[in-house]
């Protein structure tokens, strides 16, 4: 095990492509972009991948740092890689849905299956213990969907939030072909109201609000939904639940007043500061008010709000807006990275246990099932990323 206490940083210009870089720690590798600098959440990380490989040895995981697949920064990914990724979701968006039409009136592809899954499945899926553990499998379903049904070979990639603190002119969004698209236009939007004392009670508008008009999704068609959204003058939605056929454009306000608030700084404090699992979660979610902080909205909701928009900035139907697998799959990181600093504790702690009248026992063996978008799972496998099926993969 010592060896895997140090890092060896085999920094060499190996890679395939300029500008990508090959590292090393101990006997994994890892091939990153090397314009950018580790952030203090991504040194974290590195320093992690030890007490991970301890844990594994420990547990007798089939599922090793070696063996897992990688999920990466957007950044990280190459040009081709981003370009299969992009591919693969415009695939899903032309494939037919598993959903019925009498369910769900509105769906158009396959791709509105997830989005109905989500506007549908909300108790399952956001019931406070549910929160953490449903979107990582909601996630992976995704993944699998595109691995599966279209072909992809790659896996989810995350966003680095450090990496979007000025969102419109980074790689993530700033329009061009390989990116996940560009900013909506100017339009009349007066922000988004945050639950604080003045003047924190509003995340400003950035300047966008209308139509995407650059990049691969600026001609996506956007049909379920609105349903809680933060935007004035859309469409109305035919159904009160929101699932009923309302064609329209992909909306967004890249925020930078938003991604100020997932700034490095605020990861990690949130995976560093709050060892009690409800505390983590209410963090997580930006509550109590946190005083002295300019950007106070918590990780969750400022994620959200880097994109925005509709359907982006809809508790509901956000996943209708591509971007949303990368920012929740950026927020499993950080519940992972939080997770594996005490695993023995950590790892099957379940939020807000507290406030249900079920034992930490009973909520493992909760079920979370995503109906069209996957088969019934148990809270406790849910919870281990690198233990049981049907997980195996790491961030990187
Ligand atoms: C798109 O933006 C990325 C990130 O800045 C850059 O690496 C890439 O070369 C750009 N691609 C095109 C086609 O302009
Ligand atoms: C992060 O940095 C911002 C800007 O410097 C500051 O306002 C905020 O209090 C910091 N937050 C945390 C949680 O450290
Ligand atoms: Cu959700």
């Known amino acids: 095990m010592g060896s895997l206490r140090t890092l ?28 950018f600098e580790r952030d203090i959440v991504d040194q974290l990380a590195d320093e992690t991948f030890p007490k991970i490989a301890e844990w594994v040895e420990k547990t007798g ?22 370009t299969d990724y992009i591919s693969a979701v415009q695939c899903l968006m032309k494939l037919p849905p598993k959903a019925q039409t009498a369910d769900v009136p509105g769906i158009l592809n396959r791709y509105d299956d997830f989005v109905a899954t989500h506007v549908l499945g909300i108790p399952v899926l956001h019931a406070p213990t549910n929160l ?36 419109i002119n980074s790689a993530l969004f700033n329009g061009n072909e390989t990116s996940m698209g560009g900013n909506g236009a100017a339009a009349t939007y007066g922000g988004v109201f945050m639950p604080y004392p003045a003047p924190y009670n509003r995340i400003p508008a950035a300047g966008g609000g209308g139509c995407v008009t650059e990049g ?76 002295g902080d300019e950007y106070p909205w918590g990780l969750h909701s400022a994620g959200h709000y880097i994109t925005g928009g509709d359907p982006g900035g809809d508790f509901y139907a956000s996943p209708g807006d591509p971007t949303f697998w990368m920012h929740h799959a950026s927020l499993d990181r950080l519940w992972w990275l939080w997770q594996m600093q005490e695993p023995e504790t950590r790892l099957q702690a379940i939020p807000m246990v507290s406030t249900t009248r079920m034992t930490m026992e009973d909520a493992q063996k909760t079920v979370v099932d995503l109906k069209w978008s996957g088969e019934p799972r148990t809270l406790g496998e849910l919870n281990d990323m690198m233990g049981s099926a049907p997980f195996c993969y790491i961030y990187v």
């Not at 979107?135 to 992809?152: F, N, T, V």
């Not at 068609?221 to 469409?235: A, D, K, Y």
């Not at 939605?237 to 938003?258: E, V």
Request: include cysteine.
């Open 216 to 291: 691969p999704f600026k001609d996506m068609v956007v049909s379920l939904g609105p349903f809680g959204t933060v935007l004035q003058g859309l469409p109305r939605n035919p159904q009160s639940n929101g699932l009923g056929s309302n064609p329209r454009c992909l909306r967004r306000d890249l925020n930078k007043y938003s991604a100020y608030g997932a700034s490095a700084n605020h990861s990690y404090s949130l995976v560093m500061d709050y060892p009690d699992v409800d505390a983590f979660y209410n963090r997580y979610l930006g509550s109590p008010f946190l005083r």
């Open 8 to 35: 060896v940083l085999l920094a060499s210009l190996l890679g395939a492509e300029a500008g990508n870089i090959k590292k090393r720690f101990s006997t994994l590798d890892v091939w990153r972009n090397g314009d």
């Open 132 to 167: 953490f553990a449903s979107h990582r499998y909601y996630i992976w379903a995704y993944e699998k969907a595109l691995r599966d049904e279209c072909g992809y070979k790659g896996y989810q990639p995350y966003m680095n939030y450090q990496r979007l603190q000025d969102p």
């Open 61 to 82: 995981s089939k599922c090793t740092l070696e063996n897992a697949v990688q999920r990466k920064e957007w950044a990280d990914l190459t040009i081709d890689e981003r």
